[in-house]
């Protein structure tokens, strides 16, 4: 089926149980949804826009109480939505890291900060993960002391994950941004994998910015996100424009410079508001979620040969496993090679895994119900037996 | 002025994103409880009266 032309209907969500890591938070609820349908046009919420002509101002929709509400949400006083995470740590970059100046990310970072930070032409050094692969509070003091002897100078910016992209571990988050306090180093707070899946206070971490993620994990479109900060760094980080045309002596009101003016101007800031409030509701069934994460990785620690890579007990629904003992044993010799795996799991109705992978892989079950867990966990353990591979 | 039949377009959309949202959260197997099934038949329901607001309102 198409949509029109030659683009197809994209009906993975409705067909199949989606398990890919980067999608699962960002499915859109029903209130998005219709949202969507009724604010697709581009310029879609500016019918109402009033003086002083900026988006956080908009009273119709409200868009003025809703980023009121996003920063009480993450636990901080100013909040700006922005078109992705990586926007978010764009605009801390350009604000607080000038040429030169050293800037600490860890070995789990995601490539976004790294790349925030080479476009003011800061100089990344990482914090390294420990056998664990996680980042310890120990580990962030002692680069900071190292970084600050070879440059002369503390870090201008440092970013931590609370959990990470790639094994879904959580790292000491608090006990870094205490650390970096003592060394007055400004913490960004990563929130791609938490704001909108489970409860995120920066104020209580004493941190100084939360980026968050619309499109990971706050049921909203792409590209979509929030920047959140004090009162403090607020007048640095959403300064307005001083900037006047010379010939025609034009300036340009309370427009933000690191946003450019407006971000999300239609579907997008209205899919995130219309999530909100379930967004608000679910981060408090965290518990919930991990209970049906468990139930899966229960199912793959079975199968023989099946290792968990993430940090076990889980805390998050993202999972890094290696199965190159198992799935990918029976890959050497099937007549489908590695696509035996993912073909199998596809017949099963279930998607989101790379096609042919059977060594190691990330899935999350974030927003499956506990009945789709069930499903998938049989599915896991089925296709070992259907392949020989025993399960305990 | 038909503002009957744009509202009508825009809960019938509605109603079936509802139902859209049903199919996601039963795939893969869509096997309906019976509070679904009510939901899904209360949801047709609404449709066919919206399709009887578009027709009375476009079409007479």
Not at chain 2, 4 to 25: E, M, P, Q, S
Request: hydrophobic letters at 40%; a neutral charge; aromatic letters at 8%.
């Amino acid at each position: 089926m198409r949509c029109t032309g030659d683009i197809e209907v994209r009906d993975l969500e409705e067909l199949a149980i989606n398990i890919d890591p980067i999608q699962a938070g960002g499915r859109l609820t029903a209130e998005a949804m219709k949202a969507i349908i009724a604010y697709g046009d581009g310029y879609s919420v500016c019918d109402n826009c009033r003086k002083p002509f900026r988006l956080d101002h908009i009273k119709k929709p409200p868009l003025d109480a809703f980023h009121r509400d996003l920063a009480r949400f993450v636990g901080m006083d100013e909040a700006r939505v922005m078109p992705g995470a990586r926007r978010g740590f764009q605009a801390v970059a350009d604000t607080y890291v000038g040429k030169g100046d050293p800037v600490l990310l860890t070995a789990l970072s995601h490539y976004t900060s790294f790349l925030a930070v080479e476009g003011v032409g800061g100089i990344p050094r990482e914090i390294p993960k420990d056998g664990q692969n996680i980042i310890t509070a120990d580990a962030a003091s002692s680069r900071i002391e190292e970084v600050t002897r070879e440059f002369g100078r503390p870090p201008a910016l440092l970013f931590i994950d609370h959990f990470d992209y790639q094994f879904g571990n959580e790292h000491q988050v608090r006990e870094i941004a205490r650390a970096a306090s003592s060394y007055d180093v400004k913490v960004l707070y990563n929130g791609a994998y938490t704001v909108g899946i489970l409860p995120v206070d920066g104020g209580g971490l004493g941190v100084d910015f939360v980026v968050g993620s619309g499109h990971k994990s706050m049921a909203s479109p792409a590209p979509s996100g929030l920047l959140a900060t004090t009162r403090e760094h607020a007048q640095e980080l959403f300064r307005t424009t001083q900037a006047k045309g010379d010939i025609t002596g034009r300036a340009f009101g309370v427009k933000e410079v690191e946003l450019l003016g407006c971000t999300l101007m239609g579907a997008t800031i209205m899919g995130m508001m219309a999530s909100f409030p379930r967004v608000a509701e679910r981060v408090k069934r965290w518990d919930e979620e991990l209970a049906n994460g468990r139930i899966v990785i229960e199912a793959l620690r079975s199968i023989e040969g099946t290792t968990v890579l993430s940090e076990i007990p889980r805390r998050h629904t993202l999972t890094r496993v290696d199965t190159r003992n198992s799935f990918d044993r029976v890959a050497e010799t099937h007549k489908k090679r590695g696509y035996f795996f993912t073909g199998a799991l596809s017949e099963k109705g279930i998607g989101g895994v790379i096609p042919g992978a059977t060594r190691v892989w990330k899935f999350n079950t974030y927003g499956l119900t506990t009945r789709q867990c069930e499903y998938l966990a049989s599915a896991f353990t089925d296709i070992a037996r259907e392949n020989g591979i025993p399960v305990t | 002025m038909t503002k009957k039949a744009v509202d009508a377009v825009f809960k019938g959309l509605f109603t079936l994103t509802d139902i859209r949202v049903l199919l996601r959260r039963t795939a893969p197997l869509h096997e309906l409880s019976g509070e679904d099934r009510s939901s899904v038949q209360k949801n047709l329901a609404d449709l066919r009266e919206q399709i009887r607001i578009l027709e009375e309102e476009l079409l007479r």
